[in-house]
């Protein structure tokens, strides 16, 4: 049937304001999120056409925030990477110290990994990235940019250059572009965002 349809205009506007509220003030986000609404709220809007427009809107406000702030732009960037290695390094020493896992396992390939093995992985990246985007959505935006969103967008560029960068030195293999295009967006980018969305929510009005 292709895109399924929104009927609901709170679902419409919540969508808005959560992606919204990443690259822009909190006020900004609300304002739009609204002007949105209000522009393709009359009838049956389908949802790809929705959040296509919505997506435009909100990677133009967040190539207006990295030009209005380059120089914190980058340090955010910088320091959530820091902030993640270490909390994701901290992560992996614990569970080697407590026996799950052991920390240095570059040589072992996934696919002869256990599965509690990878399950102990999957879940130390998820946490560690939960938690860099909490530490980072609580900081001072840097040209209405959420503090962590400059990471997310790392992570986005990365998931799709390492895959290109495999095809063209012919060292693709299929477990590895399904890592990159399914589990960095969902064990980075996702709980990142949603760090810093709990973060963002908590904070003081």
Same mark, same amino acid.
């Given at each position: 049937m292709g895109c399924s349809y929104l009927d609901s205009r709170v679902s419409k506007a919540s969508l808005a304001e959560a992606l919204l509220g990443l690259?822009?003030?909190p006020d900004r986000a609300e304002a739009i999120a609204g002007d949105l609404v209000e522009q393709m709220g009359r009838g049956r809007v389908?949802?790809?056409r929705f959040v296509l427009h919505?997506?435009?809107v909100a990677f133009a406000l967040l190539l207006a925030g990295i030009g209005a702030a380059r120089v914190r732009t980058v340090w955010l960037f910088a320091s959530g990477l820091v902030l993640w290695f270490?909390?994701?390094a901290l992560i992996r020493a614990t569970g080697a110290l407590l026996g799950v896992h052991p920390f240095d396992s570059a040589g072992l390939d996934c696919l002869a990994r256990p599965l509690s093995a990878s399950l102990y992985l999957a879940a130390a990246l998820l946490v560690s990235n939960f938690l860099t985007g909490v530490a980072l959505g609580s900081r =001072? #935006? =840097?040209g209405g940019l959420n503090g962590s969103v400059p990471l997310a967008a790392f992570w986005s560029l990365f998931t799709l250059a390492a #895959? =290109? =960068?495999a095809a063209v030195t012919a060292s693709a293999t299929w477990?590895?572009?399904l890592y990159y295009l399914l589990g960095l967006p969902l064990l980075y980018i996702a709980p990142l965002l949603y760090g810093a969305a709990v973060a963002r929510r908590r904070a003081p009005a």
């Open positions: 690259v822009t003030s389908d949802r790809c919505l997506s435009g270490l909390l994701y =001072a #935006p =840097a #895959p =290109a =960068a477990h590895c572009t």
